[in-house]
């Protein structure tokens, strides 16, 4: 499967969004967040592991969407299909981004939303928010939960996409006794199955979790430890590993 999506697909996304954003009377939203920027852009890094750079995309009412982002990433996101970036050299102590923010929301209105509700989080310091608020006209709201209502919906493409990292988690799991033997220490086990993804398709094994224990367990969220798989075992693995930005579960 080719990697990405097409240009028409984020366009599709943008227009639906731009649709709710103009029924809520909403000049903009700002997103903050990996996974609310890569649905409107496609830009997959990992560089988001850092905590010390924060990232902006703004959607326009009308318009196509606009990059704030630190000055590393500007490459990458110019290879996406957004072509207004402003950076800034990250980090900046003094100030991290949040003028050129708050200059790029200024000019697109005072009703400014950004994902409040289910799910969402806001991916900058809380001071830098503050700072951010007063230097508007007003504060920034909330989005009327237009993100999340999108996201929940997929598109034939995005359905693809999670088959496809499913597909590689299911010829992971048919490999597991490849791995699994009596004697085997469970975080060889864990470690082997991580190889055994990768080996399959997936891009990185974020999520990985499960336990093996006499009859069955009742801890399935714990780090694995070294005690050796034993006749009686019950064996349970689950993971959440990725696929060109796409979870299986």
């Not at 996974?35 to 196509?64: A, H, K, M, N, Q």
């Not at 093996?212 to 009686?232: F, Q, W």
Request: hydrophobic residues 45%.
């Amino acid at each position: 499967m080719p990697q990405g999506f097409e240009i028409a697909e984020f366009k599709a996304r943008l227009t639906r969004a731009q649709s709710r954003m103009d029924a809520a009377g909403l000049d903009a939203i700002l997103l903050t967040t990996e996974p609310d920027i890569r649905y409107f852009t496609g830009y997959l890094t990992r560089f988001w592991e850092s905590p010390c750079r924060p990232w902006f995309l703004v959607l326009p009412r009308s318009g196509d969407p606009i990059a704030v982002i630190p000055s590393i990433g500007a490459a990458l996101m110019a290879r996406s299909w957004i072509t207004d970036i402003r950076c800034w050299r990250a980090p900046d102590l003094e100030d991290d981004g949040i003028s050129l923010l708050a200059e790029t929301l200024r000019a697109l209105g005072p009703s400014i939303g950004t994902p409040s509700g289910l799910q969402s989080h806001l991916r900058m310091p809380l001071n830098d928010f503050a700072r951010l608020n007063a230097a508007l006209p007003q504060p920034i709201g909330a989005d009327f939960d237009i993100l999340r209502s999108l996201r929940l919906v997929k598109s034939e493409a995005e359905i693809e996409k999670i088959k496809t990292a499913c597909q590689i988690a299911n010829r992971a799991f048919a490999r597991v006794p490849e791995i699994a033997s009596m004697g085997q220490p469970l975080a060889q086990v864990f470690r082997d199955f991580q190889r055994l993804c990768l080996d399959e398709g997936a891009d990185w094994v974020p999520y990985l979790a499960g336990a093996a224990a006499p009859g069955g367990y009742g801890d399935v969220i714990s780090p694995a430890d070294d005690r050796p798989l034993a006749a009686g075992d019950i064996l349970m693995l689950d993971t959440g590993l990725v696929h060109d930005g796409y979870f299986c579960d």
